[in-house]
C-alpha cells in the first residue's frame, strides 16, 4: 500500500514537472516573440528619432539665419548684450534661397526712425543722436525735434495748454551715474546689492536701454497716469501720428515691450511707420518682427 501510494505520488510528481515543462517552453517561447517585437520597435524609433533630429537641425539652420536679420527676441527674456540692432540688416535670403525679407522692408529696418532700443537691445555705446534744444535745456533728436515743437504747438492751437515735455533726451553716461547714487542710497538705507540693484533698475532703467538715450521718446507732463485723463491724452492718441509719434508702451502689449503701459511715454517714428503702426494695431517690436518676415 504504501509503495502504491508512493508511485502515485511519483506520478503525480513527474506529471507536474512535465506541465512545469511545457509552462517554461510557452515563456520561452512568448519571451523570443517579446524580444523579437521590441528590437522591431527599437529599429524604427532610432530611424524615426534619427530622421527627426535631421529635419530638427535644418529648422534651427534656418532659424538662425532668419533672426540674424535685425533684432532677435529671446523668449526668456535674458538681455542679450551684443547690440542685435534693425540697423545691421543686411540680408534678406538664407543660403537655400528661402524668402525672408523684401528689399524694400530691409531699407526701413535700416531706417533710423525704427531704431529699437529696449530691454534685449542695447544701442551702440558710440551712439549719439544729432541734437537740438526743444524748451529750455531740453534736447530732442534734431531729425524730429521740429515735429514735437510742431505737435505741441498745435495741442496749444486746439485750446490744450496743459502739456509740457518733462523728459527728452537723456545722455547715457549721465543715467550711469544716476544709477550708481541711487544703488548707494539703498545701500546706505541697509539694502542688500541684490536689492539696491532691483529697486534702482525698476525706477531709472539701465542706460544704453532707453529711447530716451537715442533722442527720440518725450515723457508728457508729470510722468503718471493722471496724464490718460487728461485733454492732452486724447488729442495725441487721435493725432500724435500724423506727427510721426506712437504710444510706445501700450497697456496690451506689455508682454512684448517688457514696459508697463505709460501712457506719458512717445516715440518719433515719422509719420509713415507711425500710421502703418497703428493701422496693424502692433508696438515697435512686433512691427519690426513684421517687417522681418515680409
Ligand atoms: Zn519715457
Redesign the pocket.
Known amino acids: 500500500m504504501v509503495k502504491k501510494k508512493e508511485v502515485e505520488q511519483n506520478r503525480n510528481i513527474d506529471s507536474k514537472d512535465n506541465g512545469g515543462q511545457d509552462k517554461s517552453n510557452r515563456i520561452i517561447f512568448i519571451y523570443r516573440i517579446v524580444v523579437s517585437i521590441i528590437m522591431i520597435i527599437s529599429i524604427i524609433l532610432v530611424y524615426i528619432l534619427n530622421h527627426y533630429g535631421e529635419s530638427k537641425e535644418v529648422d534651427a539652420m534656418f532659424n538662425s539665419n532668419s533672426i540674424s536679420v535685425g533684432n532677435s527676441y529671446n523668449s526668456n527674456g535674458i538681455v542679450d548684450e551684443t547690440l542685435i540692432s534693425n540697423t545691421t540688416a543686411d540680408t534678406n535670403t538664407n543660403d537655400d534661397g528661402i524668402h525672408i525679407t523684401s528689399e524694400e522692408n530691409l531699407k526701413k529696418l535700416n531706417d533710423w526712425k525704427l531704431m529699437l532700443v529696449n530691454y534685449e537691445n542695447t544701442m551702440p555705446e558710440d551712439y549719439i543722436p544729432p541734437l537740438s534744444n526743444i524748451e529750455d535745456d531740453r534736447q530732442f533728436d534734431s531729425r524730429a525735434a521740429d515735429s514735437l515743437i510742431q505737435m505741441m504747438l498745435d495741442m496749444n492751437s486746439d485750446g490744450i495748454n496743459h502739456i509740457w515735455a518733462q523728459?527728452t533726451y537723456r545722455d547715457p553716461n549721465k543715467q550711469g551715474h544716476l544709477i550708481e547714487e541711487s544703488i548707494q542710497e539703498y545701500l546706505e538705507e541697509g539694502k542688500t546689492q541684490e536689492e539696491a540693484e532691483a529697486l534702482t533698475l525698476r525706477s531709472i532703467g539701465e542706460p544704453y536701454k532707453s529711447e530716451?538715450n537715442i533722442g527720440l521718446?518725450v515723457?508728457f507732463n508729470d510722468v503718471n497716469y493722471a496724464f490718460e485723463s487728461e485733454p492732452a491724452f486724447s488729442w495725441l492718441m487721435e493725432n500724435a501720428e500724423k506727427y510721426g509719434f506712437i504710444l510706445r508702451y501700450p497697456a496690451d502689449k506689455e508682454d512684448i515691450t517688457k514696459i508697463k503701459y505709460?501712457p506719458w511715454?512717445w516715440r518719433y517714428v515719422g509719420p509713415e511707420y507711425a500710421k502703418e503702426i497703428n493701422n496693424l494695431g502692433m508696438c515697435l517690436e512686433e512691427y519690426i518682427e513684421y517687417l522681418k518676415n515680409n
Open positions: 523728459s530716451h521718446a515723457d505709460e511715454h
